[in-house]
């Protein structure tokens, strides 16, 4: 035990010692809430529109100015013809085109209906769809203002609740999806790394001539990433709860319990790819496409599973983060205790078991 | 006298505090082999990289191969040949290949590398494993393969930093026998080793203690000089002074 | 121009020798490409619902089976107690809960107005407002259905209405393929140049075979151009090499001409190889070389309008996409894919593009040193 604190010494002076490594691990959390946090949103504001008025009247350029300075629109472009369109939008200037028919005043006042029609730049349908959607929002609330609102009768108000998330914030969804992402990172591929690296340069065998335990050789320098592993999972808590102002819904020790054991997930699959390969670059190669790939597809945090082909949604079951995420989500956004993640925890478990023992008989063969 | 390929006057080098190389100063000449000694961290590996144009000097005079340190490292670059400690030849490539590399960017002309190659493979007793990646073979022969190609385009020095380092005694002696050859021919060798019984086969030798060349002659001058009955004792004798170790 | 042409075989010899990077090269276009755009489909297709009917009459039957008629939802749970859905929310088997309270229907005819409660899941946000959205507009459809069958409007309406029409260009059945893959494919490309290249310098480093080089009469530019040269070649046979597994898989062709593409890919790389050489130049061991590489691409990705709109982004990180080359590249190759524009329409990105190359590798032709100071 104390020749295993020693090397677990060893490794950590490794690790501290390369500064820049170490900016990256402890940055690359911090930047990615920032990121997700403050600059990334689906949401639509200040769209670049433009207009094509044919009727150029009264009620147009109302309507113009209304949507102008609503907050999700800018107009920067007014078109003079409709050939023009294809034009603008192959250049990117405008998400969408509002266009006026002539006599919009008109048709309006006298004949109780006047047509607008928006062409929308689908090359990106999701932002386009959003874009048409607020318009026509602006458009309605003109007419109605312009018309006053008629009391109904036999009405049903719908009242509307959300749960969990009152105020709609994306973080609820990414902080849990950052911290499977960076465990990913730490546990399975810097682990992998850094034993194959050993392998490589041939050092390995000599720590494995040590009297020491082959396997605890290769914990030893998993150790290190472990902890840094817990750091990150804490700096990323500690941001959501005040940087983001995104409470802890459930019990914080349920949730650090839930993370070590994801650690421990990585960690044996680091061990087991490092057992498999020769090269740095083949682990990294494995861990990148193999592991961190398919964490962001199928952990749900960037694409909503239920979406995918039905092969695609049994993949993602054999997919650890996909568990892990979700254990997340239900202790620290909907504040559920043990019992709702009981499944998640049992799966996790037995994937864990199946890794470490896989990655030691590998190891044994190998060794003896 | 034979015509000086390395001149240093008052050569230092400064990383912050810490004096590496402290005003030294010797000449090497033509086809010699100049033993460089001294325990680790005594600066050989600055002293040395900065004879390669691989590190500027802080400050006092080098030349080498005629050429300034200062101002002509492309020039010295021409002239030198370079084999490190660490194995300098690409595993991924076969024997044929990393000759013809090494052999290409020296500006060896193609057909006059197609023949000293083939000579070279075939002198080295390597016929077999010419197509054999680099990686695949024993140390010794890479490090025999390795000096072979860093002196392959006729340098007028060799720089040989630690260049037996983990080889058998049978092959130490082999690749010995290829500097004497290569001193023959007429190119200067400057070597670093920590092997005692090396020194031993140089012209001369100099002995770096924190920086500075504490001894620089003839091995035999050396012994009778410190009264001792080795090289080793010598050494041993110098280093004992130190105060910085690794 | 000789050395230059040793250089490039060594370096071709060595990475035809790599199966890594071989497999890198092949595998990387094929399973990004399978993988991401069947995965990003943010189409909201099915919401499972659980209808807490409190009030069992005609009305709240007939409300149940309009939802669900529609095709947006499915029943996960029909019962009497909130508690119970509640439950289920938790447990993930169920979306948005409809509670339809005692007497209802009594209300909405007798006093002329009635109460629905709906409430989301909203820890995925735009699940939720989309399907109250939906929910809200089934239930205003019921409401005008009632209304009808009690009021007899007159024959025009008295509310003077604007029609609104609209209609998508370029992508008329909303595939989100189309907008996937010619982003994957940027991406694709600049994993190729930036990781691939740096990885393949600080892999020299950490050998030390790059001290052996340093010390030959190589020059400066020779050594990096015969790195550089190399993995460009690589980087337009891998966007190449996508865009063919994207008609295999997808038929998706450039609507614009192949010509525009490269161009565009042939000035990118360059620029993107000079991030991978800065890259290079900071770290010593492959292990850092791809930490940076993951750090800045990770940052690159993000900010490069990949995922969400660039205009929604505050204006801090707005600025920063104007530096951002992954940004230019993927709305470029976004543009000549779906939109069909042609290089004079994308000229001022051309410029950006090349500042990029000329920029990026400036820094770090200046940051990289031969001769160690």
Known sequence: MKLFLAFVKKEFQHLLRDRRSMMILIGLPVMMMLLFGFALSSEVKNSSIGILDNAKDESSRMLIDRLDHSQYFSVVKFLDREQEIDQTFRRGEVRIVVIFPPNFDHDLRHSNSAQIRFVGDASDPNTSNIVINYASAVVRDFQNELFGTMKMPYQITTETRMLYNPQLKSSYNFVPGVMTLILMLLGAMMTSVSIVKEKEMGTMEILLVSPMKPLLVVLSKAVPYLALCFVDVILILLMAVFILDMPIAGSLPLLLAESLLFILTTLALGLLISANVESQQVAMFISLVGFLMPALVFSGFMFPIENMPKPMQIISNIVPTKWYYSIVRAIMVKGLGFSYVAKQTGILVVMTVIFFVAAIKKFKVRLE | ?246 | MNTLKYLLQKEFKQIFRNPTILRLIFMMPVIQLILIPLAADYEIKQINISVVDQDHSPYSNRLTQKLLSTGYFQLAEYGNSYQESLKAVGEGDSDIILTIPPDFEKQLIKEDGAKLHLAADAVNGIKAGLGTAYASQIIADFNREVREEWVQFPRFSPLPLVEITSAGWYNPHISYYLFMVPGILAILVTMVGSFLAALNIVAEKEAGTIEQINVTPVKKWQFILGKLLPFWVLGMVSITLGMVVSFIVYSILPVGSFFTIYVFSAVYLLGVLGIGLLVSTFADTQQQATLFAFFFMMIFILLGGLYTPIESMPNWAQWLTKINPPAYFIEVIRAVYIKGSTFKDLLPDFGMMIAFAIGFNWLAVRNYRKRSA
């Not at chain 2, 015509?3 to 190389?21: D, M, P, Q, Y």
């Not at chain 2, 005079?61 to 340190?69: F, L, S």
């Not at chain 2, 002198?123 to 022969?141: I, N």
């Open chain 2, 1 to 246: 006298m034979a015509e000086t390929v390395i001149h240093t006057e008052n050569l230092t080098r400064k990383f912050g505090n810490f004096t590496a190389v402290d005003a030294i100063s010797f000449e090497v000449s033509k086809g010699e082999i100049f033993g460089f000694l001294g325990a680790n961290g005594a600066g050989k590996t600055t002293a040395m990289r900065i004879l390669c144009g691989l590190l500027a000097p802080t400050s006092g005079v080098a030349k080498v191969a005629g050429y300034d340190v200062y101002t002509e490292t492309e020039n010295i670059k021409k002239h030198i040949g370079y084999m490190s400690q660490k194995f300098s030849l690409y595993n991924n490539l076969t024997v044929r290949e990393n000759i013809h590399f090494f052999g290409g960017i020296y500006g060896i002309p193609k057909r006059e590398l197609k023949e000293k190659s083939e000579e070279l493979i075939s002198r080295l007793g390597l016929t077999q494993e010419a197509d054999k990646l680099v990686g695949s073979l024993p140390l010794g022969w890479k490090q025999k393969i390795s000096f072979s190609t860093a002196i392959l385009h006729e340098p007028k020095i060799v720089f040989l930093d630690e260049p037996t380092g983990g080889v058998d005694p049978i092959t130490r002696r082999q690749f010995w026998d290829m500097i004497y050859e290569a001193a023959h021919r007429g190119i200067t060798v400057f070597v670093t080793t920590h092997y005692m019984d090396e020194a031993e086969y140089c012209d001369r030798v100099s002995i770096m203690v924190d920086g500075a060349i504490a001894a620089l002659d003839t091995p035999e001058e050396l012994r009778n000089q410190f009264e001792a009955k080795d090289m080793d004792e010598v050494f041993l004798r110098l280093a004992r002074g130190a105060k910085r170790g690794e």
